[in-house]
């Protein structure tokens, strides 16, 4: 039983990876996300997606301290390089890394490498194009179900372990055999 958005948090980190982000900056990306949708009831379609070659020239022809908006799962997010690389902001100041780790490993306790593991494979099924484009859909096929409208803000769900690896069998939101 988890809330949801620790689970949109950790997909996005993993998303982000597989779209050519380090770990850290994967990381901050996904708590900003989490964050975004927090506050919007609707998924927004995103024009670019980004790929690892695109990730890679973003992150070199930033200067130290410059902010961008990167595009990630349909959602545009405000990023700044530091000396330790792109960092998501939220009101303005940079997400730390340590802090979403922390975040992560309290709220899915000892299922934390399980669910990672079973949510990059996911991710892995599908070329980076095509996730950039089908993540959210993915996100919502797998998410804890809980119930609509106020009744079901910040309540917790199951996730299901097992639909998530059905998904990353075939890449589908079907899910597997």
């Known amino acids: 039983m988890i809330n949801r958005a620790p689970v949109l948090t950790l997909w996005a980190a993993v998303v982000a ?7 850290d900056e994967a990381l901050t ?9 927090a506050h919007s009831k609707g998924v927004r379609l995103g024009i670019y997606q980004p790929s690892p070659e695109t990730v890679n020239q973003t992150r070199k022809a930033l200067e130290h301290g410059e902010a961008i908006q990167l595009e990630l799962m349909g959602w545009s997010i405000a990023a700044v390089r530091t000396e330790d690389g792109l960092r998501a902001l939220r009101q303005g100041k940079a997400i730390m890394p340590q802090s979403v780790s922390r975040y992560l490993a309290g709220k899915f306790g000892d299922d934390l490498d399980e669910v990672r593991e079973a949510m990059t494979a996911l991710a892995h099924s599908l070329p980076a194009a095509d996730l950039g484009r089908q993540a959210f859909g993915l996100y919502e096929a ?4 809980v119930k609509t409208g106020t009744a079901g803000w910040g309540t917790e769900g199951e996730l299901d372990l097992a639909r998530l690896v059905a998904l990353g069998a075939d890449g589908q939101p079907g899910g597997g055999a």
């Open 17 to 23: 990876e597989q779209l050519g982000f380090d770990r």
């Open 29 to 37: 990306m996904g708590k900003a996300l989490s964050g975004l949708t």
């Open 142 to 145: 797998f998410r804890p179900k």
